[in-house]
């Protein structure tokens, strides 16, 4: 085992980086966009992460995708997969602040694709993942994610906790539980991961098309090896959630200790279509209008997690 990850690792090493040419042109210089000051790339460095993915129920997961050109990635066996990554972002142009995503992987196109070769082919099949909820620490990512991304950010409580054995987080919003969830620490692989993740959105009737560029050492588990525990709360925010069938055991586990990551200031969006007229989808443009730039966060999360089944 450890020959094939060392293997691994000095094949992963070899990978050049993802970020694109022009970010890296564009090193120090600056932007002021709806009054937020960025240095240009858009990234952040230090950044410790967790991520796990569900199985769920496919038929139940297209229902909660816009539009008629995301479908869910399919798994053998039928089933569709939900993505929960946790990210503590300890520097930023915008400060620090917890971003709490929860995603269900998809492709974008004309038809759903077959099982397993949107991860193979991601740039064929367009795959990426539709985020259904992103709660955030601070205003200011508020603002910046969901004006100029066209993210679903809210402000929320939120926490990020690493023990020897466990990542954690969760994810509070009016004194109601939004998710809960802590994986345990995969074994030590180090693999270095070089990455670019694309994530689709709705905003203001329209889809929004982002890229996210990773760089670190990932510590990864798959299948039994991977342990994790979520919990879903009763937030209005997560409620479509609850008819997915989420399964108990995850995919696989991820956690990264300290990576480096670049959200690509180019992104793109389509108008999202429907057969009735008058139906929109994400929230309006006056969610955003008159929202400050404050980095102060609200109160940790209080509850008392084992009261939730």
């Known amino acids: 085992m450890n020959r094939i990850l060392d293997l691994a690792r000095l094949g992963l090493s070899a990978l050049p980086s993802p970020v694109p040419r022009r970010q890296r042109r564009l090193a120090g210089r600056h932007s002021l966009v709806d009054g937020i000051p960025f240095e240009l790339p858009v990234d952040s460095v230090d950044t410790p992460a967790l991520m796990a993915g569900f199985p769920v129920d496919a038929a139940a997961a297209a229902r909660l995708l816009p539009g008629d050109e995301l479908h869910p990635v399919t798994l053998p066996g039928g089933r569709g997969l939900l993505v929960v990554t946790v990210v503590n972002y300890l520097r930023t142009d915008i400060g620090r602040y917890i971003e709490f995503s929860i995603a269900l992987a998809c492709t974008h196109g004309s038809r759903p694709a077959p099982p397993l070769l949107p991860g193979l082919l991601r740039g064929a099949f367009r795959t990426g993942q539709y985020v259904v909820d992103l709660p955030v620490s601070s205003e200011i990512s508020v603002k910046g994610g969901k004006g100029i991304w066209g993210m679903p950010k809210h402000r929320a409580s939120l926490d990020f906790k690493v023990s020897d054995r466990t990542v954690s987080s969760q994810y509070e919003v009016g004194g109601r539980l939004g998710m809960f969830i802590e994986i345990q620490r995969p074994p030590a692989t180090a693999l270095p991961v070089k990455a670019s993740a694309v994530n689709y959105c709705a905003f203001r009737g329209m889809l929004m098309k982002s890229t996210v560029y990773l760089d670190g050492p990932a510590d990864v588990a798959v299948g039994r090896r991977a342990r994790a525990r979520l919990v879903l709360g009763d937030a209005p925010q997560v409620a479509a959630l609850h008819g997915l069938g989420i399964a108990d055991d995850p995919l696989f586990t991820l956690f990264l200790p300290s990576a480096q990551g670049v959200l ?39 509850l008392d997690v084992g009261a939730h089944p």
Not at 273 to 296: F, H, K, M, N, W
């Open 264 to 302: 690509d200031d180019h992104f793109e969006c389509w108008f999202l279509t429907s057969g009735e007229p008058g139906r929109t989808y994400g929230e309006a443009l006056d969610s955003v209008v008159g929202l400050g730039i404050s980095q102060e966060w609200p109160p940790p999360p209080r």
